[in-house]
């Protein structure tokens, strides 16, 4: 028959016992976590990419559909294998965007709004295709059922940690004074950089390319 102190020496050797276990099973996790990654970055690399590295030829208003796709995609270079979609709540106002995925609202996959879509180990994403970025120019995305509005956005930062642009935004007050001055600094180092008008108009953005 155990005693009170013999009881609790042996709680307390289990609980130390359990704490280096969870300690083992969290340096594993991280450890498979980091070989995914390697493993989804030597995907990437050893699969033929479909966005041109350079866009040599002048596009213009009357370009073909694929010229003025190429050009789009030879600027906008993030992840291929996933692109998000700009929501907006129809009964809130609130927008955003998230990651689109196959398996949205599909019934016994799909958990929203229970299950937030980084939490969920059903997530299935779309990659950018040339219909994607069709649509998102065109603004629309044509299905047998109903148009609706189309707009995505792209996770500039790839697997391995490198980018191919920049995006700056400016707000507030003193956006435009701001924004001149960055583009007289760009001008001044020889950095090209495009500026734009923000979609709710009370700001831009600045984007820098890399070749």
């Known amino acids: 028959m155990l005693d009170i102190k013999e009881i609790e020496a042996l709680i307390v050797q289990a609980e130390k016992i359990l704490s280096e276990l969870n300690e083992k099973r969290e340096k594993i996790e991280k450890e498979i976590n980091a070989l ?63 990651p689109c995925c196959r398996n949205e609202w599909i019934t016994g996959i799909c958990r929203k709004p229970k299950i937030k879509c980084n939490e969920c180990d059903n997530r ?15 603004g629309r995305e044509f299905s ?22 920049l995006a700056i935004d400016f707000d507030k007050e003193f956006w435009m004074d701001d924004v001149t001055a960055f583009m007289k600094t ?24 890399f070749f």
């Open 36 to 98: 995914k990654k390697k493993r989804e970055l030597l995907k990437n690399n050893n699969q033929p990419t479909t966005i041109p590295t350079t866009y040599e030829h002048k596009v213009t208003n009357n370009s073909s559909e694929k010229e003025k796709i190429s050009l789009f995609l030879s600027l906008f270079r993030g992840r291929e294998d996933v692109f998000a979609r700009r929501f907006e709540s129809t009964r809130t106002g609130k927008s955003g965007y998230q």
């Open 124 to 138: 299935d994403f779309l990659p950018i295709t040339d219909e994607v970025i069709r649509n998102h120019l065109l």
């Open 144 to 165: 047998k059922k109903s148009v609706r509005d189309f707009t995505i956005g792209v996770y500039p930062l790839l697997m391995d940690e490198t980018c191919w642009f």
């Open 186 to 209: 760009c001008d001044k180092y020889t950095v090209p950089a495009i500026l734009e008008r923000s979609r709710s108009g009370t700001g831009g953005h600045v984007w820098i390319f």
